[in-house]
């Protein structure tokens, strides 16, 4: 969750962009900046940034098998050896042996 103690104007931002770097990489955690007291900007160092880009991949292909489990329940889907055999069919390869 962002800390809503930790917001700074774009301007203050620019004035010391070293110090505020080196704080987002020492703590890990995103600043929002303002622009004329609103906020529009979230920044946030790149290895924490790399690591909610993994968190929500995550998430998807959770999300993901759970949807096609659910698919099964409700009886939709194919045996694989079915989809297997209509795509060697489809693509002419040949059976195992």
């Known amino acids: 969750m ?3 103690e930790d917001i700074q104007s774009l301007t203050d931002f620019q004035r010391d962009a070293k110090k505020h770097i080196q704080k987002l990489k020492r703590t890990g955690k995103p600043q ?3 622009v004329n007291g609103r ?3 979230v920044i946030q160092d790149a290895k924490s940034y790399q690591k909610l880009l993994d968190i929500l991949d995550q998430s998807e ?3 993901a098998v759970r949807s096609g489990l659910e698919a099964i329940k409700r009886g939709e889907g194919e045996p694989a050896g079915q ?3 209509r795509i060697r069919v ?3 390869i040949p ?3």
């Open 2 to 4: 962002i800390d809503l």
């Open 32 to 34: 929002v900046l303002t």
């Open 39 to 41: 906020a529009e900007v």
């Open 61 to 63: 292909a959770i999300a």
């Open 83 to 85: 989809v297997l055999d």
């Open 90 to 92: 489809k693509h002419k």
């Open 95 to 97: 059976a195992a042996s």
